[in-house]
């Protein structure tokens, strides 16, 4: 997958700056797909090039003026195709599990403190999906939001992103809680 099909997929939701396309990263894409604002900016600028999108300039007063981006309709054959493509398989590459699997070569604190900092990530991610979650159901049920909403993609991806976040938190907990035994384990001896 490339940064082209996260955009297109935003952009579904409608005509996007792309100072509102690195929020909407930041905000629900994140769970998903990781990208820097100057990323996102040189892939628009080649997704217009290539004719997938195209972008009209808004004059502001007292501010500069912006530049809104639309998909266009080779944009959603784009698209399209992406989706309709097989996905291949998730491949983990974490560099903090290979410092977990090597912690009895080092010093067992360094990994410790990498956990939780990772601990703190998730639960900061996670607070923040819930959040959003809230703003997306808005009062609504689950089942009602499903019902009712025009478009479902980003809520169910939002959901994924909670479901990751919940597991990465219980993960490092269970391995924090080990380390510590272990280390008590060992001193006891």
Do not use: C
Request: charge should be neutral; hydrophobic fraction near 40%; proline fraction near 2%.
């Amino acid at each position: 997958m490339a940064l082209r099909h996260a955009v297109l997929a935003a952009l579904l939701e409608g005509e996007a700056s792309g100072y509102d396309l690195a929020k909407e990263f930041d905000a629900s894409v994140a769970n998903f797909w990781m990208s820097t604002p100057q990323q996102l900016y040189k892939e628009l600028e080649r997704m217009t090039a290539d004719g997938l999108i195209e972008a009209r300039v808004v004059e502001q007063e007292k501010r500069p003026n912006k530049r809104l981006h639309s998909i266009t309709d080779a944009g959603r054959r784009a698209l399209h195709a992406f989706v309709a493509d097989p996905t291949k398989p998730t491949v983990i590459r974490d560099e903090m599990l290979v410092k977990v699997q090597g912690m009895e070569s080092s010093d067992e604190s360094a990994v410790e403190a990498v956990l939780i900092e990772r601990l703190g990530w998730a639960q900061a991610k996670l607070a923040r999906y819930e959040r959003l979650r809230a703003r997306l159901l808005d009062g609504r049920s689950e089942h009602a939001y499903l019902s009712e909403a025009e478009r479902v993609g980003s809520y169910l991806t939002l959901l994924r992103g909670i479901s990751f976040e919940q597991e990465n938190i219980r993960w490092s907990e269970f391995s924090l809680n080990a380390i510590r035994q272990r280390r008590a384990s060992v001193a006891g001896q």
